[in-house]
Structure formats: structure tokens, C-alpha cells
């Protein structure tokens, strides 16, 4: 099957700071790509939604300025957590596909902000 | 909106028992529904999935059918292995948006 790749797979920062977390997709082109939050014992929460070249569409509550996301290309999408607080601490997976078709997610990052 | 409900784990069974995981969904329209699984240290692997009524998806052993009646989408396997430990999800989609429930964890003891 296809194969999403994330990283780092783990990051530790201190409050302040920026934090990047790139998604690839390694053997497939994803027109389409997600980005999650998910918190311990809960669900995934969809946090945006990113087409190549165009601009990310954010669900209602999260804070584009934040949570800064670039899908610049087909096979890679990033999501920069600016100036990260304890409270973005959290596990951040992305996934990506085409429109209407499976989706296929990466292993997740884990982000602990001191 | 739409919102995905699962029974809450762990399950814990042992090994060649019944598995059931109960899933409901609410949703504007005809969704589809699929169940991902998390192994550890690993991101969600599509496991099965229906687009439409009465449809069933299968994998593995695992099989779950699309019960628009009861809006439902349950997931069973008939005789559970050690492997099978994991994170299940139940998801739909409407448009495009996946819609997770909270997740099951299930252990499954020799």
C-alpha cells in the first residue's frame, strides 16, 4: 500500500519556539493532504485540510496564524507550530490522497513543548 | 455535524474469542465508513471500509456491514490472535472530511 512518511517522529522544544513537522508521501501523489491533532484517549481532530498550491483550509477553532501549513508540492505537505506553548504538546499525524479516495496516513509526531 | 460514536476499551480477550466492536455514526447524507487499525508505534492502516448500504467490508477476518437502518457499522472477527492487539477507529466520510470515533483498544491475551 502507499506509504506516508512524517518527521521528526518525535520533538521536544522549549515554549517560544517554532516547531516544523513534515509529511511526504513516498510512492504516490497526494493532491489532498490532512493534518490531525489527537490527544491522549481521544480521537483524531481534523485540524486543516491542504490542496497542492493553494492555501490550507482550517477547521473552525484552530489558528491558522499558529499552526502555519504549506503544501507546496505533491508529495509533501508541512505543518510549523509558531511559538509553541505546553498547551500545543500533543501528537500531530497527517495523512494524504486524492479527493474521495483512500486516504493513507502517516506514523505521527509526537511534540512535547517544555 | 457528523460524529462517529465507538464503545470504549480496552477490550480484553483471549485468544480465538469473538470480537465485536460496536460503532454508530451520525451524518447528513449517505456516508462512507471505513475502521482503521493503530499498531503500536505505527499510524492508522485503512482496514476495511463500505460505501453504501448493506455493503460489507471485509480484511483479515475482520468483516463489519453498513446498517443505514440502525446506523451502525460494527466490526467482528470470529477468532482473535495476539497480533490483532491494537487501536481500532471507526471513521465516516461525507464530502471529504474522515469524522473518527474515539478509538478501541484491544488486547488479546494467549
Known amino acids: 500500500g502507499a506509504v506516508v512518511s512524517q518527521h521528526p517522529s518525535r520533538v521536544i522544544c522549549k515554549s517560544g519556539t517554532s516547531v516544523k513537522i513534515e509529511c511526504r508521501s513516498l510512492?504516490?501523489?497526494?493532491?489532498?493532504m490532512f493534518w490531525y491533532r489527537q490527544f491522549p484517549k481521544q480521537s483524531l481532530m481534523l485540524m486543516a485540510t491542504?490542496?497542492?498550491?493553494?492555501?490550507?483550509?482550517?477547521e473552525q477553532g484552530v489558528e491558522k496564524d499558529k499552526f502555519l501549513i504549506n503544501h507546496a508540492s505533491l508529495t509533501l505537505s508541512t505543518l510549523t507550530v509558531t511559538s509553541a506553548h505546553p498547551e500545543d504538546s500533543s501528537f500531530y499525524i497527517c495523512?494524504?490522497?486524492?479527493?474521495?479516495?483512500?486516504?493513507?496516513f502517516g506514523p505521527g509526531t509526537r511534540l512535547l513543548v517544555l | 455535524g457528523d460524529s462517529v460514536t465507538q464503545m470504549e476499551g480496552p477490550v480484553t480477550l483471549s485468544e480465538e474469542a469473538f470480537l465485536t466492536i460496536n460503532c454508530t455514526y451520525t451524518?447528513?447524507?449517505?456516508?462512507?465508513l471505513f475502521w482503521y487499525v493503530q499498531y503500536p508505534g505505527e499510524g492508522l492502516q485503512l482496514l476495511l471500509k463500505?460505501?453504501?448500504?448493506?455493503d460489507k467490508g471485509s480484511n483479515k477476518g475482520f468483516e463489519a456491514t453498513y446498517r443505514k437502518e440502525t446506523t451502525s457499522f460494527h466490526l467482528e472477527k470470529g477468532s482473535v490472535q495476539v497480533s490483532d492487539s491494537a487501536v481500532y477507529f471507526c471513521?465516516?466520510?461525507?464530502?471529504?472530511?474522515?469524522?473518527f470515533g474515539t478509538g478501541t483498544r484491544l488486547l488479546v491475551s494467549p
Open positions: 471513521a465516516s466520510r461525507g464530502f471529504q472530511k474522515l469524522v
Open positions: 510512492d504516490f501523489q497526494a493532491t489532498t
Open positions: 491542504s490542496n497542492e498550491g493553494s492555501k490550507a483550509t482550517y
Open positions: 495523512s494524504g490522497g486524492r479527493l474521495q479516495e483512500t486516504q493513507y
Open positions: 451524518a447528513t447524507g449517505y456516508p462512507s
Open positions: 463500505a460505501t453504501k448500504a448493506d
